[in-house]
């Protein structure tokens, strides 16, 4: 089976005021389909340049991008999706209105889109909040209805940015179940970028580990097991041990960079 | 009513009575000449004198400043979407329009009224000049501070440039674009009053500069607090409306 | 670099445009770039209009004044409105239902008042700079941050130390902008004035100009009103830094 998603050696240097920084190096990696890959790292590390990069947003310095065997220039709605940490909804537009966003861009006629979204309404456990508008709905609401706005397009691969990262630690694990849920039962390809090794642990198949920056894979570890996962289990603790042990040094490397 | 919102309101009403009545009493007892300062009643009466051609010139004078109101709306959102979102034009051309918008434009009036004379264009024109630039830069600044997520996420999703303006940043500067329509009015409507002043030969401009001019103090302060009235029910309905479209904000 | 060369490169072009059309319609009405300079020349040399210098200082005398009055009565009755909270909700809607008045409609009353002479501007200005600087006190009291006040008071300072000490510096950035507003309003409300009718000071020389048709000499006016006006400005400005600078 050949992988979805490509990265070869690709590098990023963005110019700053205080001269030009080097946001990825030389960094590799491949998602097969249907996989949920965890991109985990310390801050600075470059991994939402990398997501970026994935979804067409950001190009690259030298190297390749390839997405089903197609090169990444821009946006393509058609196969990839991206939610952002903060959540992007629109403010005067209602959750349902949010969630057809997508539909609506790519000519979706009014009846066809409505119920295509009020119909994901339901496993978002948005049924009763069509109507609202974000304002009037919790930060874990705002980033269901974020996901129920990539989930709609119906693309092959979700793209994810901390979109957990702004909530409360109950809040976030909630979503983490619900999410993998979802992932399960549409059998999309995810890739989640994250601080929480609780997170990378519990809902990838693989987890990448990034280096401070400028940006390069250190490792990937490989998660096979069965979901849901015990997480006090002796082998989900040996993993977890190994994992803040390649996080910990990078983590600190950034830190001293400050 | 809470026991405060009662002496506000007791407060408010003993201040105005107190003052018509203080004014009355000082008019009458003849401290002040009545050429300069008309008692109360007298201007009561000056209403009624007045009245058909006050409310004739006060419809001319809304007449002119609907026409300047609707022009300065419409280019200064233009101008302001055109130039606000494409980064070099702002760029460049910012200092240029913060030098044109605080430049104050009575100074310019004598020279237009030299090309267009007296009378409705140069009214209208001058009217349209004084509402166009704060809202050219109300709205410039308001594209600039379209939170930038929003604009990614619509590109992650596939939105062309057309979409990009057309369901996103329109959207997205409502507000901006009601509080400009809030202030231009007010600008637009100072901007003919000027003009009729100065170069008027209808409008509450040229009713106002004649009375004062015919030294008709009570005729004048009668229609001074009817433009003024009118003023602020303006701007109160606008507020109404404003709050009205306002629902999602919160 | 390359933004400033493209400003100036602008601004050139619409000098040349302007230059190109003026003299093509009819140069006496539209006043090409090339007939502005000899004609501030004139006026700078005291020639067109003799009587220059003491104009501008009448017109600058009128600002000072009124900007004066329009401070301490702003600073007062704006106090009075964010101190007490009565007062506030009494008058504060009436102060900010009289500022959505385009101000002008006051000036008739007050020409017929005050005559034409320096008073009737010099009031004119000074309603003009009243109110931004009401609002401003009013505005900066209201957003004094309470918990500060209540520090305040915990280490036992009475309500004169509480407001000299806490709440002055507290407002100052809201303050001095109000200020800085109130100073440019104060400018336009004395110019409109001497414009809309006055014997003397910069307004009257430049309709004289605009009634003979002294076009050239109109716009050279108009050019010193103006470096006057961003004098002025400027120097609010500086003092605006450096208050906000203390302040911070």
Redesign the interface.
């Known amino acids: 089976m050949s992988d979805l998603i490509v990265v070869e050696r690709v590098g990023k240097r963005y110019q700053t005021t205080s001269g030009p920084v080097e946001a990825l190096h030389d960094v590799s990696l491949a998602v097969g389909a249907g996989e949920f890959c965890t991109v985990i790292g310390p801050s600075g590390c470059g991994k939402s340049t990398l997501l970026g990069m994935l979804g067409g947003l950001v190009a690259a310095d030298g190297g390749r991008v390839l997405v089903d065997g197609r090169p990444v220039t821009a946006p393509d709605p058609r196969r990839v999706a991206t939610v952002f940490q903060e959540a992007g909804l629109f403010p005067w537009r209602t959750a349902l209105e949010n969630v057809e966003f997508g539909l609506e861009l790519q000519g979706v006629p009014r009846g066809q889109r409505r119920a295509r979204a009020s119909e994901l309404l339901g496993p978002l456990g948005l049924r009763d909040f069509a109507a609202k508008y974000p304002r009037e709905l919790s930060g874990g609401m705002r980033q269901r209805v974020a996901i129920g706005r990539a989930l709609a397009i119906d693309t092959q691969i979700i793209l994810m940015d901390e979109p957990f990262g702004a909530l409360d630690e109950q809040t976030r694990m909630l979503m983490g179940e619900w999410l993998l849920d979802i992932w399960r039962r549409t059998r999309k390809t995810v890739v989640f970028v994250t601080h929480s090794l609780h997170e990378a642990l519990a809902l990838s198949t693989r987890v990448v580990v990034m280096t401070a920056r400028p940006g390069r894979i250190k490792s990937v570890l490989e998660l096979p097991m069965p979901h849901p996962r015990a997480m006090e289990s002796a082998e989900m603790t040996a993993l977890r041990a190994r994992l803040w042990g390649e996080i910990r040094d990078e983590s600190l490397r950034a830190m001293g960079e400050r | 009513m809470s026991a405060?919102?009662l002496?506000?309101?007791l407060?408010?009403a003993a201040?105005v009575l107190a003052l018509l009545a203080a004014w009355e009493g000082v008019a009458r007892a003849g401290w002040v000449d009545p050429l300069?300062?008309p008692a109360p009643s007298a201007v009561a009466r000056a209403f009624a004198r007045i009245g058909p051609s006050a409310l004739a010139g006060l419809g001319d004078t809304l007449f002119k400043t609907a026409v300047a109101y609707v022009l300065s709306v419409v280019l200064g959102v233009l101008f302001g979407v055109a130039i606000g979102s494409v980064r070099a034009l702002r760029?460049?051309?910012s200092?240029?329009v913060v030098a044109v918008y605080?430049?104050?434009k009575?100074?310019?009036?004598?020279?237009i009224?030299?090309?267009l004379g007296f009378g409705t264009a140069p009214a209208i024109v001058y009217g349209t000049i004084h509402g166009f630039f704060p809202i050219l830069v109300l709205v410039m600044g308001g594209v600039r501070d379209v939170d930038r997520t929003l604009v990614t996420v619509a590109r992650a999703f596939g939105a062309s440039t057309w979409q990009l303006y057309w369901k996103v940043l329109l959207p997205a500067i409502v507000p901006t674009v009601l509080a400009g329509m809030r202030l231009g009015i007010?600008f637009c409507?100072?901007g003919v009053?000027?003009v009729e002043?100065?170069a008027g030969v209808r409008g509450?401009?040229h009713v106002?500069?004649s009375?004062?001019n015919g030294?008709q103090?009570p005729e004048?302060?009668a229609a001074?607090a009817l433009?003024?009235a009118s003023?602020?029910a303006i701007?109160l309905a606008l507020d109404t409306l404003n709050d009205r479209l306002s629902h999602w904000r919160g | 670099m390359r933004?400033l060369a493209?400003?100036a490169a602008?601004?050139a072009l619409l000098l040349l445009a302007w230059e190109a059309a003026a003299r093509a319609a009819n140069p006496l009405?539209?006043v090409p770039p090339s007939a502005v300079l000899p004609a501030l020349g004139r006026l700078l040399a005291l020639d067109s209009y003799p009587d220059l210098v003491p104009s501008l200082l009448l017109t600058l005398r009128e600002i000072a004044v009124a900007y004066g009055l329009a401070i301490a009565a702003g600073l007062g009755g704006g106090a009075a409105l964010g101190l007490n909270?009565?007062?506030g909700?009494?008058?504060g809607p009436?102060v900010g239902?009289?500022y959505?008045?385009?101000?002008?409609?006051?000036?008739?009353?007050l020409?017929?008042?005050f005559g034409l002479d320096a008073a009737s501007k010099i009031a004119f200005g000074f309603l003009l700079g009243f109110f931004p600087i009401t609002l401003a006190v009013l505005a900066g009291i209201r957003q004094v941050n309470p918990h500060m006040l209540a520090v305040a008071r915990a280490f036992g300072a009475g309500p004169r130390t509480v407001f000299v000490k806490v709440m002055i510096p507290a407002m100052m950035f809201t303050l001095v902008g109000g200020l800085r507003t109130g100073l440019?309003l104060s400018?336009?409300g004395v110019?409109?004035g001497e414009?809309?009718g006055s014997k003397s000071g910069m307004g009257s020389l430049?309709?004289h100009?605009?009634g003979l048709?002294r076009?050239s000499d109109?716009?050279a006016l108009?050019l010193v009103?103006?470096a006057l006006?961003v004098g002025s400005?400027a120097i609010a400005s500086v003092v605006e830094h450096r208050a906000q600078r203390w302040s911070e």
């Open positions: 405060e919102t002496r506000v309101r407060l408010q201040s300069f300062v760029e460049v051309l200092p240029f605080g430049m104050p009575i100074l310019v009036l004598p020279w009224v030299l090309i007010v409507l100072l009053l000027i002043m100065f509450m401009g106002l500069g009375l004062a030294f103090a004048l302060f001074t433009v003024s003023s602020i701007v | 933004v493209l400003r602008i601004l009405l539209y909270r009565v007062i909700r009494a008058y009436i239902a009289l959505a008045v385009p101000a002008v409609v006051w000036y008739p009353s020409m017929l008042f440019a400018v336009i110019i409109v414009i809309l430049i309709n100009a605009y048709f076009t109109y716009v108009v009103t103006l006006i400005d």
